[in-house]
């Protein structure tokens, strides 16, 4: 039992605190810590509510400013913890791998590191900051894995199972499609600030063996996706196009975000209007405002929409490449349920699948499965355990391809 951290107390690491209280018996004492430490408290209360704690277990909060690696160095040391799963906001990634490193304890995160001053960071993203960090995890001997939520995260596995099936790869198409609804007239899924950060700058997917960039909402396909069917997603830019064109780059690698007209037509409207800016203005009574800061205030908080969110979301790697110098095909997906993530854990499906993989992971590297010693992303890791592991805590992948659509299991 190697004791659990949790850094955020936001829609994913609500999960996080769900599923990890679901394996306690073998995860030992769970401890979270975020900024507002109500915000913790909350989670854990709601793991009480549902009973979730598998075995009788410590389950603590506690106040953290993640920025500061002292302060997370000395909370590991105090709780004992030997797992952080760090869920807080992309600003606090670099502090908490660093005191991860100097406590030699393990690390994971869900997404890349943010410079708060920046508008957005361009490619090469684990470049720009946590694989500065790889001959630091080395020498300490600690195990880093990046990106572990969904997308990136799983994903990144997807692509892997392909790689064992193919001789070579050519093509990677991530799409990621939320065919639900909130009920709601308008409204992010995360953080209006972070969600449209994402998609305010230049889009960069990997093609003929370098980057590319186009506009945001220029380049539109319909993906024909199981479950959900025909739907319109959009090339984004997304942390894994970098890791998985660094493994395969020979292949292009894109991301697609599905976005229905209403989302584009506001966003489109939002942005033109300046209302997306970071920049201060002046109203005329003489009140500084940061417009973006304004639409977060007025638009509903992401949190408050899981009860009524219904329907389910697709993600899925389709992989072309070649075996035996026959061209193959393949779609390797998980359709998640909003209503059903809501019951077990009490949030939407986009944070559920966000934050079981960590816990997946947390358990591999308990089990030394996947206690490698090194910083990895997702793909450097045997995908098997994984996939096997998620097939059994509520994230089950299929596989479609010539042979027809049926669970993998490897
Ligand atoms: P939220 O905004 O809901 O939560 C972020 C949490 O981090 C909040 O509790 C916030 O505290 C806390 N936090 C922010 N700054 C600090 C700090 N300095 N010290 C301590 N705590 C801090 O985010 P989500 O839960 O939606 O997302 C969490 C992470 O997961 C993000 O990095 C996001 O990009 C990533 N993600 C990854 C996905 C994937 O599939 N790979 C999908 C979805 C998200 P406070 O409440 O006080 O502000």
Redesign the pocket.
């Known amino acids: 039992k190697r004791n659990v951290l949790i850094?955020?107390?936001?829609?994913?690491?609500?999960v996080v605190a769900h599923k990890a209280a679901q394996h306690n018996d073998r995860l030992g004492d769970l401890h979270i810590?975020?900024?507002?430490v109500a915000?913790a408290e909350a989670i854990i209360a709601s793991v009480h509510e549902k009973s979730a704690m598998k075995v009788p277990g410590v389950f603590a909060a506690h106040a953290?400013?993640?920025?500061d690696s002292a302060a997370v160095v000395a909370l590991i040391e105090q709780t004992g913890c030997q797992i952080v799963i760090n869920?807080?906001?992309?600003?606090?990634n670099m502090p908490v791998l660093d005191a991860c490193i100097q406590a030699g304890v393990a690390y994971m995160?869900?997404?890349i590191h943010e410079d708060p001053a920046k508008i957005c960071e361009t490619p090469p993203w684990y470049g720009n900051y946590e694989w500065k960090r790889r001959e630091a995890c080395k020498a300490a001997g600690v195990t880093a894995i990046l990106?572990v939520?969904?997308?990136?995260?799983v994903v990144n596995a997807y692509a892997r199972v392909a790689e064992g099936m193919m001789d070579k790869i050519e093509s990677i198409d991530i799409v990621d499609i939320n065919a639900g609804s909130h009920g709601k007239w308008f409204s992010t899924n995360?953080?209006p600030e972070?969600n449209f950060r994402e998609f305010t700058g230049t889009v960069y997917s990997w093609q003929n063996g370098a980057w590319q960039t186009n506009k945001m909402f220029e380049v539109g396909k319909t993906w024909d996706m199981p479950v959900v069917g025909e739907q319109k997603a959009y090339l984004t830019g997304h942390d894994e196009v970098h890791s998985l064109s660094a493994r395969y780059p020979q292949a292009d690698v894109r991301f697609w975000m599905g976005f229905g007209d209403h989302y584009i037509n506001v966003f489109t409207v939002l942005k033109n209007l300046g209302l997306l800016s970071e920049q201060p203005v002046k109203t005329a009574e003489g009140l500084e405002v940061v417009p973006l800061k304004v639409v977060k205030a007025v638009l509903p908080d992401?949190?408050s929409l899981a009860p009524n969110y219904t329907g389910k979301t697709c993600i899925g790697d389709f992989v072309k490449g070649t075996k035996d110098g026959q061209p193959v095909e393949v779609l390797i997906y998980n359709v998640a349920d909003h209503k059903d993530a809501y019951n077990e854990v009490g949030s939407q499906g986009?944070?559920y699948?966000?934050g079981v993989?960590p816990v997946a992971a947390a358990l591999l590297i308990a089990d030394g499965v996947w206690d490698v010693g090194a910083m990895a992303n997702v793909e450097d890791l045997d995908p098997a355990p994984f996939i096997n592991l998620l097939n059994t805590i509520g994230l089950p992948t299929r596989i479609k391809d010539a042979a027809g659509d049926r669970l993998l299991e490897l």
């Open positions: 850094i955020g107390a936001g829609g994913v690491a609500q810590a975020s900024r507002t915000k953290l400013d993640a920025t869920v807080g906001s992309p600003f606090v995160d869900t997404a990106g939520g969904f997308d990136p995260g995360f953080d972070i992401p949190a986009i944070s699948t966000a993989p």
